[in-house]
């Protein structure tokens, strides 16, 4: 069971430009990453990571949305970025290709909840179920594919257990 927040409950503003559709669906990867932000608890601060996580996508860096496709708070809740139909902008080379999952929090250091990692996995199913994901999908994390350290050491060790992790793309 997957408890989604709508971009309406969020607050999300509307994209500055037309979303492109996915060019392969179902995605054959799932890209795993972390806001590197403040962890949140609660609907109401999870709902204003988003809309600042999308206010500094749209006007930092001159996005047309928020990157990801979905934001997975420390509540337990899936908060729809631009869900799973449409491209992100999360992995450079995998946008077309990919679902791009984040964690609202930094994990270098800091375990995700574990409200956190259920609804994650949750989403995965959730997506393999309903023909979003390939059923051999590759799930990797951020940093296999990008030089960067998301989604932090201590979220890609787990991530590393999990089913459909990949060593490589």
Same mark, same amino acid.
């Not at 989403?123 to 594919?145: C, P, S």
């Given at each position: 069971?997957?408890? &989604? @927040?709508?971009? =309406?409950?969020?607050?999300?503003?509307?994209? +500055?430009?037309?979303?492109?559709?996915?060019? @392969?669906?179902?995605?054959?990867?799932?890209?795993?990453? #972390? !806001?590197?932000?403040?962890? $949140?608890? %609660?609907? %109401?601060? $999870?709902?204003?990571? $988003?809309?600042?996580?999308? +206010? /500094? #996508?749209?006007?930092?860096?001159?996005?047309?949305?928020?990157? /990801?496709?979905?934001? @997975?708070?420390?509540?337990?809740?899936? /908060?729809?970025?631009?869900?799973?139909?449409?491209?992100?902008?999360? %992995? /450079?080379? &995998?946008?077309?290709?990919?679902?791009?999952? %984040? &964690?609202?929090? !930094?994990?270098?250091?800091? =375990?995700? !909840?574990?409200?956190? =990692?259920?609804?994650?996995?949750?989403?995965?199913?959730?997506?393999?179920?309903?023909?979003?994901? !390939?059923?051999?999908?590759?799930?990797?994390? #951020?940093?296999? @594919?990008?030089? +960067?350290?998301?989604?932090?050491?201590?979220?890609?060790? *787990? *991530?590393? +257990?999990?089913?459909?992790?990949?060593?490589?793309?």
């Amino acid at each position: 069971e997957v408890n &989604f @927040v709508s971009r =309406l409950n969020w607050g999300a503003q509307p994209p +500055t430009g037309p979303p492109k559709p996915l060019a @392969v669906l179902p995605s054959p990867y799932v890209i795993i990453s #972390h !806001t590197a932000s403040q962890p $949140c608890l %609660t609907p %109401t601060q $999870c709902s204003q990571a $988003c809309r600042e996580i999308q +206010t /500094y #996508h749209i006007e930092s860096k001159s996005w047309n949305d928020i990157a /990801y496709n979905f934001l @997975v708070g420390g509540d337990g809740n899936v /908060y729809v970025g631009r869900g799973w139909d449409v491209e992100g902008a999360h %992995t /450079y080379g &995998f946008n077309s290709k990919s679902i791009g999952i %984040t &964690f609202i929090g !930094t994990f270098s250091n800091a =375990l995700p !909840t574990e409200q956190q =990692l259920q609804a994650a996995q949750s989403l995965l199913e959730f997506g393999v179920e309903n023909g979003k994901l !390939t059923a051999e999908y590759k799930l990797l994390a #951020h940093r296999q @594919v990008s030089a +960067t350290i998301s989604p932090g050491e201590v979220l890609y060790r *787990i *991530i590393q +257990t999990w089913p459909h992790w990949s060593a490589k793309p």
